[in-house]
T-cell receptor, first 109, second 114 residues
Framework: TQLLEQSPQFLSIQEGENLTVYCNSSSVFSSLQWYRQEPGEGPVLLVTVVTGGEVKKLKRLTFQFGDARKDSSLHITAAQPGDTGLYLCAGVEGGKLIFGQGTELSVKP | DAGVIQSPRHEVTEMGQEVTLRCKPISGHNSLFWYRQTMMRGLELLIYFNNNVPIDDSGMPEDRFSAKMPNASFSTLKIQPSEPRDSAVYFC????????????FGAGSRLTVL
């Protein structure tokens, strides 16, 4: 059982479409991080959300932390092929930074 | 800074052989983490060090796995003997400060055990 459940697991869309991916847990987190991983590379941090209800924007990417700090979402507007990659959420549990299974996003031109 | 440096990038070996993976963290970072990534299990934390001291190795699968950090600029992850189920991408990451701070990952070492 994953402590951080991400959905969907796979997503294939056309360039220009909007999408939302989710990161859910039954545990409360003091903060959640979002990373993006491209093939053959390590994950790279996109954003950290700290406050319940917080919304952060990174160009076409919008991140939201749930009010109860148990879940988070990532919304991408007008997806581009360059957004293709594995999106991972991560949070501290039991003194360790744990990761969700990730959402594999493919944006086709 | 060149970032977190891992070697080798790819390793193919036969079952029973010893495998040593190497990591150079970012200069000044005092925490170092070894993760393993597979399709089935995603990213799993194997062990992490703080100020060169192993803090939590509860993720190390079994006694065949060992990790060392002899100084602030070098760490190794050793598998002896290796088994096919060890095939995965192994990532090293470093950070400044405590767990939960931003991790900087290396590019990973892809291990295939035949």
């Amino acid at each position: 059982t994953q402590l951080l459940e991400q959905s969907p697991q796979f997503l294939s869309i056309q360039e220009g479409e909007n999408l939302t991916v989710y990161c859910n847990s039954s545990s409360v987190f003091s903060s959640l991080q979002w990373y993006r991983q491209e093939p053959g590379e390590g994950p790279v941090l996109l954003v950290t959300v700290v406050t319940g209800g917080e919304v952060k924007k990174l160009k076409r990417l919008t991140f939201q932390f749930g009010d109860a700090r148990k879940d988070s979402s990532l919304h991408i507007t007008a997806a581009q092929p360059g957004d293709t990659g594995l999106y991972l959420c991560a949070g501290v549990e039991g003194g360790k930074l744990i990761f969700g299974q990730g959402t594999e996003l493919s944006v086709k031109p | 800074d060149a970032g977190v440096i891992q070697s080798p990038r790819h390793e193919v070996t036969e079952m029973g052989q010893e495998v040593t993976l190497r990591c150079k963290p970012i200069s000044g970072h005092n925490s170092l983490f070894w993760y393993r990534q597979t399709m089935m299990r995603g990213l799993e934390l194997l062990i992490y060090f703080n100020n060169n001291v192993p803090i939590d190795d509860s993720g190390m699968p079994e006694d065949r796995f060992s990790a060392k950090m002899p100084n602030a600029s070098f760490s190794t992850l050793k598998i002896q003997p290796s088994e096919p189920r060890d095939s995965a991408v192994y990532f090293c990451a470093s950070s400044l400060g405590q767990v939960g701070n931003v991790l900087t990952f290396g590019a990973g070492s892809r291990l295939t055990v035949l």
